[in-house]
């Protein structure tokens, strides 16, 4: 019988609601739990009768930044916010630090400043407030270093540059609450805790290592904010149990930090005056370290300061131009643009402290001196120059031992380091092997014990009893894995000062105080100071009084010998004179290629001729009678023949024999013959380098105009031959190893003296460049003669780059006939390859005459011929021709 329908309407209900129950039932129990907060165990403070902290608990100026300012009451906390000086951090630590006891203080934020855009790389967050404490003496940027530990308005923690989530985002009008809980009978002893608004942001944070035991100051940092700081000794935001403030602290669980105001009440400038990389930030660090109040005020500690305050800079902050004025390097305008050192230098002096301004180049320069001490013209200051220069004391010597132990030191462990590094790569590597032979020889093993069971199942089908063999069963046998060594670790070797080092006074570093163009530049104009110029008092460190003034003197003449001049430009006598030079050769090598032209002619006409003689001989032989005309004729060819050649004898000369010195005319040594006649390519490079290192030292005396300048060192002879004929000068490409070297090729013209300084052997001034042709060609000669002994030594090995770079002084390579003048082709003759001129016709030294010698000879009539040092046209046909005339070159 079928249910009624509301019967069955319900009985269904009723089931779906109960396969429903187990669900809702499921849901509740899957339901996530809401974590309980941990327990408080931070407890009431307990009511005290011991004497209290009378001292007030503020801000003194020497434990702020620059860029602080402070509201007359002195809790009232803001930044400067113009300029680059904007994205650095501003930090104050309060004079009264904490040893023992659960204390806290206070921050609220006033107010974020709106900036411009800092999204760019190299800057970091706009809006930063860190709340926290640190030890005496440490950085006063919260988070750099290991001497203090905060929280920020980001909800972080941060100690030693590292940073931790911990804590809460705090916006403006919060109130950022740090605790301090050193007390030992505390469940919570020696952490650290923030609450925000009163309410606890983050649990309790133990305190590092560094921190624990010592001293703790509370302190804050900020960027483009304003705060309010509050050390009590009523909270702004009551914590959930009460704690004592700072300014509430016993008096015996407090240590205050004091700066006495000078008694006669003017705070100090001090200037070091010391000479480039001779202990001038290493004596600055002594100072610092034995005067704690005294505010740095360099680029370094600017550079510091933009490194503390997490600001990106390229290649990293530890790498420097120079140590004085290194580059910034920032990649934002406001950053590079030395705002930040125009705001520290205008509100240094407004500011009661005592400063040490470092400033090497300036502090060594008169007018820069001015320009400094002008800046603190305040009669709240007084003005020192501590002259740190000369001898230096024991002390001081002791430290720099042992930073220069320091450093080699590093060095070695470095060195260590990456040898263990190479070991271990190299053992990797090992095992490896070994693992992949492993592998081989388990496989070849499976596969001999498969076909030793099929040989053996053969067998036993066969009846046969298979014998194994010892190879077989040796297979068999585990193989024994050899114990791993275990690795001893070594301890990095101790490094030593050797005895050169342990007389070091100073510590040789990579980066130099200055740069080398500012170094150049300056380094003449260097001077000690005198109280003339508006110094209160000048203190001497090291050397005293006037043998002072005999030390910087000194200096600066080796530094004239040793530095080079970056800004030296040659002269207007140089280029004059390198402009005749280049005349002058070309015009050798015009009256070589000529020469060499005539030769070939002769040699090519006395070939002809003597074909001429053989074949008339030859048909006289066949025709033994003939007419005698024709025998006539043959006889007064034959004389023509004979007297040309006795013209040609009288014209030759013993070449060999020649004196080099004695020749007057070098165009001319005889029968039209040039001294340079045998030159080859690497002969035109070394007379080219002969005057070339003349000229350059002759120059670069004129030029300077100093005479304590004697000359160039050789340790600047490339930079210099560069700066004059702008190409390079290597001693590779001479085929020797050094620069003295190369002025040992050619000793007959410089030398180099015992101050390694390159000195010329010839008169600047000369009328005539012959000497130069003349040397050479006695180098030559003397060279042939030594490589004919079996010198092997006496040969040049000048590279492709050496006669490339003297081309314009040796004959140039053109295929072609090429009409225009001044171009050198290579032509077969019968005697060899020469390299021949194409012809002057046009833009040349020869202008084309006419007459008889215009073909083959040089002017003919009327022609125009430039021979320098006395070449001279008395011979018509032979030089200019009739009515030709000839300039002199000197």
Not at 829 to 856: A, D, F, I, T
Request: hydrophobic fraction near 35%; charged fraction near 35%.
């Amino acid at each position: 019988m079928a249910e009624p329908a509301e019967k069955r309407q319900k009985t269904g209900e009723g089931e779906q609601a109960e396969e429903k129950k187990p669900d809702a039932e499921m849901k509740e129990a899957e339901a996530p739990k809401v974590a309980e907060p941990p327990k408080e165990l931070e407890v009431d403070a307990p009511a005290c009768s011991k004497p209290k902290l009378k001292e007030p608990v503020t801000f003194l100026t020497p434990d702020t930044t620059l860029n602080l300012m402070q509201s007359a009451q002195g809790n009232v906390l803001m930044s400067m916010n113009e300029g680059g000086i904007r994205h650095f951090f501003a930090g104050a630590r309060a004079n009264v630090g904490v040893s023992k006891g659960r204390y806290m203080f206070e921050v609220k934020i006033m107010e974020f400043v709106n900036v411009a855009d800092a999204s760019h790389q190299s800057l970091a967050a706009k809006n930063v407030v860190r709340v926290g404490f640190s030890t005496q003496g440490s950085s006063l940027v919260l988070g750099s270093g290991a001497e203090n530990i905060c929280f920020d308005s980001a909800g972080a923690m941060l100690h030693n540059d590292v940073r931790t989530l911990a804590g809460a985002k705090c916006f403006r009008d919060s109130i950022m609450t740090v605790l301090l809980n050193l007390d030992k009978d505390s469940p919570n002893f020696n952490t650290v805790s923030l609450f925000k608004d009163g309410k606890r942001a983050c649990q309790p944070q133990p305190l590092p290592d560094s921190l624990k035991g010592k001293t703790l100051f509370p302190h804050v940092s900020f960027k483009n904010a304003t705060v309010h700081v509050n050390f009590g000794a009523v909270p702004l935001a009551p914590l959930p149990f009460t704690c004592r403030m700072v300014q509430d602290a016993t008096k015996a669980d407090t240590s205050a930090t004091k700066h006495e105001a000078p008694a006669d009440g003017k705070y100090e400038v001090v200037y070091p005056v010391s000479l480039p990389d001779e202990g001038t930030f290493d004596w600055l660090d002594t100072f610092l370290e034995k005067n704690k109040s005294y505010t740095e005020l360099s680029d370094r500690a600017i550079l510091n300061w933009a490194s503390q305050s997490g600001l990106w800079r390229q290649k990293g902050h530890s790498v420097k131009s120079c140590n004085d004025r290194p580059d910034k390097n920032f990649q934002a305008p406001e950053l590079n643009d030395d705002s930040v050192r125009k705001a520290v230098y205008s509100i240094a002096p407004l500011q009661a402290r005592n400063y040490i301004v470092m400033e090497v180049k300036g502090n060594l320069m008169e007018d820069e001196r001015k320009l400094l001490l002008d800046r603190f013209r305040s009669p709240a200051f007084k003005k020192i120059a501590c002259v740190v220069v000369g001898e230096p004391t024991v002390e001081f010597k002791k430290h720099s031992q042992k930073l220069i132990l320091q450093q080699k030191q590093e060095a070695s462990d470095k060195q260590f380091n990456a040898k263990k590094l190479e070991e271990k790569r190299k053992k990797i590597i090992e095992q490896k092997q070994k693992e992949m032979e492993k592998l081989k020889k388990k496989a070849e093993k499976e596969k001999k014990q498969k076909e030793r069971e099929a040989k053996k199942k053969a067998a036993e089908e066969k009846g046969e009893k298979l014998e194994e063999e010892d190879e077989e069963k040796e297979d068999e046998e585990e193989e024994k894995e050899e114990a791993e060594e275990e690795e001893k670790e070594e301890e990095p070797p101790k490094a030593e000062l050797t005895a050169e080092e342990k007389k070091m006074s100073f510590v040789k570093r990579d980066t130099k105080d200055l740069t080398p163009v500012v170094m150049s530049a300056s380094f003449t104009k260097f001077t000690l100071p005198t109280k003339d110029e508006g110094f209160d008092d000048i203190k001497y460190e090291w050397t005293k009084g006037a043998k002072c003034d005999e030390y910087v003197k000194k200096w600066i003449l080796e530094r004239k010998l040793s530095m080079r001049i970056e800004d030296l430009q040659p002269s207007t006598w140089f280029n004059q004179q390198w402009a005749k030079w280049q005349m002058a050769v070309k015009a050798w090598q015009s009256k070589l290629a000529e020469y060499k032209t005539v030769v070939a002619k002769k040699a090519a006409a006395k070939a002809a001729k003597e074909a001429k003689k053989a074949a008339a001989a030859k048909k006289a032989a066949e025709k033994k009678e003939g007419d005698e005309k024709e025998e006539k004729k043959e006889d007064t060819e034959a004389m023509e023949v004979e007297e040309e050649e006795k013209e040609e004898e009288e014209e030759s000369i013993d070449f060999e024999a020649l004196d080099v010195f004695g020749v007057d005319d070098i165009l001319n040594v005889g029968a039209e013959t040039p001294l340079f006649k045998e030159y080859q390519m690497e002969d035109w490079a070394m007379l080219s380098l002969r005057f070339e290192l003349h000229i350059l030292a002759h120059a670069f005396r004129k030029d300077v105009n100093d005479p304590e300048r004697m000359g160039i060192h050789l340790d600047h002879l490339a930079f210099y031959y560069n700066r004059y004929f702008k190409k390079t000068l290597s001693p590779k490409d001479y085929g020797v190893e050094s620069f003295k070297e190369i002025v040992d090729l050619v000793n007959d013209s410089v030398y180099v003296t015992p101050k390694s300084v390159l000195e010329s052997q010839l008169d600047g001034e000369m009328e005539t460049f012959a000497v130069f042709p003349k040397l050479t060609e006695e180098a030559r000669r003397y060279r042939g003669l030594r490589l004919a002994l079996g010198e092997e030594s006496a040969q040049l090995k000048l590279s492709g780059a050496a006669l490339q770079g003297n081309r314009q002084n040796a004959p140039q390579k053109q295929w072609g006939n090429n009409q225009g003048g001044g171009n050198w082709q290579q032509k077969q003759q019968q005697g060899g390859g020469n390299w021949q001129p194409v012809g002057y016709q046009q833009g040349g030294y020869k202008q084309q005459g006419y007459g008889k010698s215009q073909q083959g000879k040089d002017g003919g009539k009327g022609g125009q011929s430039y021979r320098p040092y006395g070449w001279g046209g008395n011979k018509g046909g032979k030089a200019s021709g009739k009515g030709g005339w000839t300039d002199k070159w000197y």
